[in-house]
């Protein structure tokens, strides 16, 4: 018999598309057919295929976790918040388009 937990409770919806309300369900799904290591398993794959869309998902259910994790790599990376804005402002300057 396979070992399964409660999921967890989406903690912030903000973010998420309706793909990705798509994808919880088919996450959601593992678990209730094959319970923490299926959903391992799905989680695994959603990775690999959608890093993007992973990291809306997690998010979603771990914004602390998530944020911690950013932060962490940012300053292992020598980011700093200021860096982030400063590259998001040269991104969306019009000068870029000339």
């Known amino acids: 018999m396979t070992k399964q937990s409660e999921p967890s409770e989406i903690a912030d919806t903000s973010s998420l598309k309706d793909a990705d309300w798509a994808e919880i369900n088919k996450l959601k799904r ?3 057919l094959g319970g923490d290591r ?3 398993l799905a989680c695994k794959e959603l990775s690999s295929k959608d890093p993007i869309r992973y ?3 997690m998010a979603a259910y771990f914004p602390g976790r ?3 994790m ?3 790599a940012m300053a292992e990376a ?3 918040l200021e860096d982030i804005r ?3 402002r040269r991104a969306e300057s ?3 388009d000339q």
């Open 70 to 72: 950013l932060k962490d």
């Open 38 to 40: 299926a959903l391992h």
């Open 66 to 68: 998530v944020a911690e």
């Open 94 to 96: 019009p000068a870029r």
């Open 78 to 80: 020598g980011l700093t």
């Open 30 to 32: 593992a678990h209730e």
């Open 55 to 57: 990291f809306r998902i």
């Open 86 to 88: 400063e590259m998001l």
